[in-house]
């Protein structure tokens, strides 16, 4: 059992990816999306993963998170379970001093969304910025994976009709 120190930031361009030093697929989906908790089962190449994660700190910089690696056959009987909203997304790796940032860019439904995340030690552990780093969103429940899964991109600046 663990706590994640996390921030999270939009990311302005793709001029990151000229840093990555790793990148591979990821597919998850949610057997549950509750803001209380949420557990995931992910595909991370061909490793499997099932996750549960606790409500976020009140800043949305900490929470419980619980991992076990489990098989790729087992990652795809439990997609087929999960609620509604698979994630699809390429994950780069990019090392900034002592830390290494998660740059998630989306596809499907979650097209044209480009989140960097950075886990840190501690909530007051300093770290470097990027150029390319935009605006944080620590915090902001709708960048979740969980939420992206409900509630996709595509689906942000559709206006309603009258």
Same mark, same amino acid.
């Given at each position: ?6 921030? $999270?930031?939009?990311? /302005? ?9 790793? !990148?591979?697929?990821?597919?998850? =989906?949610?057997?549950? !999306?509750h803001e209380e908790r949420t ?5 991370? $190449?061909?490793?499997?993963?099932? /996750? ?18 489990? !098989? ?39 097209? =044209? ?12 552990? /300093?770290?470097?910025?990027p150029d390319w780093l935009g605006k944080e969103v620590t915090g ?5 994976? !969980? ?11 559709? $206006?309603?009709?009258?």
């Amino acid at each position: 059992m663990a706590v994640e120190i996390e921030r $999270k930031f939009l990311v /302005t361009s793709k001029i990151f990816k000229k840093e990555v030093s790793k !990148s591979y697929i990821i597919k998850q =989906g949610f057997l549950n !999306s509750h803001e209380e908790r949420t557990v995931r089962v992910r595909l991370k $190449k061909d490793n499997g993963y099932l /996750t549960v994660k606790g409500k976020s700190s009140e800043d949305g910089l900490s929470r419980f998170e619980w991992e076990r690696e489990i !098989s790729k056959q087992e990652v795809e009987h439990l997609l087929e379970l999960c609620e509604e909203g698979i994630i699809d997304k390429k994950r780069y790796e990019i090392n900034l001093g002592n830390h290494i940032y998660e740059v998630d860019e989306f596809h499907g439904d979650n097209e =044209g969304l480009i989140i960097a995340e950075v886990e840190l030690n501690s909530e007051n552990e /300093t770290f470097e910025k990027p150029d390319w780093l935009g605006k944080e969103v620590t915090g902001d429940i709708k960048y979740y994976n !969980s939420q992206l899964s409900k509630n996709p991109f595509k689906k942000w600046n559709q $206006k309603k009709a009258p």
